[in-house]
């Protein structure tokens, strides 16, 4: 599999640090269309301490976190100036989880574009392990300026 962006191009567009960058690489890129994403999972994953002990799963808000980071890179990677911009949450529709992600997986995300007008998006998600369906949503994601959030004070 061909490497599109390597971890440090996805922090170039991405604010998330760790232990919530969810995105280790993208292997697809088609502009203004579709992404895929790859996150290994292992063992060492912090959410795994507690979720849960003894029976490793990873959160599938989590898994929706990885999708929506996944489905950034291809919104920022499209706009001029991105390093000035942020994307939020503004919705997530018809979530379904198929089975538990535990230690061993690699999450293949694949967002596809379904809308992106004025400054909200419209996404559609997919997580496979293996070929194997994971989980899937809609995800809704409004466009702000990150010098417009206040920081509290």
């Known amino acids: 599999m061909e ?4 971890i440090a191009q996805i922090q170039a567009f991405l604010p998330h640090r760790y232990p919530f960058l969810l995105v280790d690489r ?3 890129l088609t ?3 579709q992404i895929v994403g790859l996150k290994n999972i292992t ?3 912090p959410f795994f301490q507690g979720h849960f002990p003894g029976m490793p799963v990873m959160p599938g808000v989590l898994q929706i976190e990885a999708m929506a980071q996944t489905g ?3 919104l920022l990677n499209q706009i001029a100036e991105p390093e000035k911009k942020l994307l939020l949450f503004a919705g997530i529709d018809e979530v379904k989880f198929r089975r538990p992600v535990v230690p061993g997986d690699t ?3 694949t967002m596809t574009l379904l809308r992106f007008k004025g400054k909200v ?3 559609r ?3 496979t392990v293996d070929h194997q369906a994971i989980s899937e949503a809609i995800i809704t994601s409004v466009l702000v300026d990150r010098e417009s959030l206040s920081l509290g004070g």
Not at 3 to 6: F, H, I, K, M, Q
Request: hydrophobic share 50%.
């Open 3 to 6: 490497t599109v962006l390597n």
């Open 26 to 28: 993208v292997i697809a």
């Open 31 to 33: 502009p203004g269309q």
């Open 43 to 45: 063992i060492n994953e």
């Open 72 to 74: 950034g890179l291809l």
């Open 107 to 109: 999450l293949h995300i």
């Open 121 to 123: 998006a419209r996404l």
């Open 125 to 127: 998600g997919e997580i």
